[in-house]
T-cell receptor, first 114, second 113 residues
Framework: EAQVTQNPRYLITVTGKKLTVTCSQN?????MSWYRQDPGLGLRQIYY???????DKGDVPEGYKVSRKEKRNFPLILESPSPNQTSLYFC?????????????FGPGTRLLVL | SQQGEEDPQALSIQEGENATMNCSYK?????LQWYRQNSGRGLVHLIL?????REKHSGRLRVTLDTSKKSSSLLITASRAADTASYFC?????????????FGKGITLSVRP
């Protein structure tokens, strides 16, 4: 089954404790991205990757890091989480960036930073 | 930056009625897409309409695009309780060799049984 998976689905952590949210897709997609969703603000793109070893900032990259060492995986790293990073996070992928026919979304990771 | 702006922000209708949702955007686009999100879950792609298309259908969905007015509408006919969800428009705007998908803030649709 074609899908995007994220782990963990729920996470409660404390300020400053490094965490990683994993994202994996099984569709051989080149393009992957991370979004955060906040009430009243909709979805905002954090980082995206056009292919292996190619990443770039989205609209709200501050406080986040990503890596793309393999085509299927695109982890989101919070080196020192802060309460304003409490949010619902989505990973998404599409075949290529130039032809964003459809973005496939993961189920989401709900993060609470205390 | 937010490009697509949906209207209304919330819509409540009776089962069987039609639901119309609108999206306006600011810059030229390659295509416009509509997504649905059930509460707390990932977004699901519904339909894509290209900039050179004016209308598209998929089952009970009808999407129109007016590039002169920079607006799109999503019509769900004969709504069902299961259509209760948030709906987002997303615009795909090209910048050089790259294209960027930008989501609006969403419309909350409630369909009363």
């Amino acid at each position: 089954e074609a899908q995007v998976t994220q782990n963990p689905r729920y996470l409660i952590t404390v300020t400053g404790k490094k965490l990683t949210v994993t994202c994996s897709q099984n569709m051989n997609h080149e393009y992957m991205s991370w979004y955060r969703q906040d009430p009243g603000l909709g979805l905002r793109q954090i980082y995206y990757s056009m292919n292996v070893e190619v990443t770039d900032k989205g609209d709200v990259p501050e406080g986040y890091k990503v890596s793309r060492k393999e085509k299927r995986n695109f982890p989101l790293i919070l080196e020192s989480p802060s309460p304003n990073q409490t949010s619902l996070y989505f990973c998404a992928s599409s075949l290529t960036q130039l032809y964003q026919e459809t973005q496939y979304f993961g189920p989401g990771t709900r993060l609470l930073v205390l | 930056s937010q490009q697509g702006e949906e209207d209304p922000q919330a819509l409540s209708i009776q089962e069987g009625e039609n639901a119309t949702m609108n999206c306006s955007y600011k810059t030229s686009i390659n295509n416009l897409q509509w997504y649905r999100q059930n509460s707390g879950r990932g977004l699901v792609h519904l339909i894509l309409i290209r900039s050179n298309e004016r209308e598209k259908h998929s089952g009970r969905l009808r999407v129109t695009l007016d590039t002169s007015k920079k607006s799109s509408s999503l019509l769900i006919t004969a709504s069902r309780a299961a259509d209760t969800a948030s709906y987002f428009c997303a615009t795909d705007a090209r910048s050089g060799a790259n294209s960027k998908l930008t989501f609006g803030k969403g419309i909350t649709l409630s369909v009363r049984p």
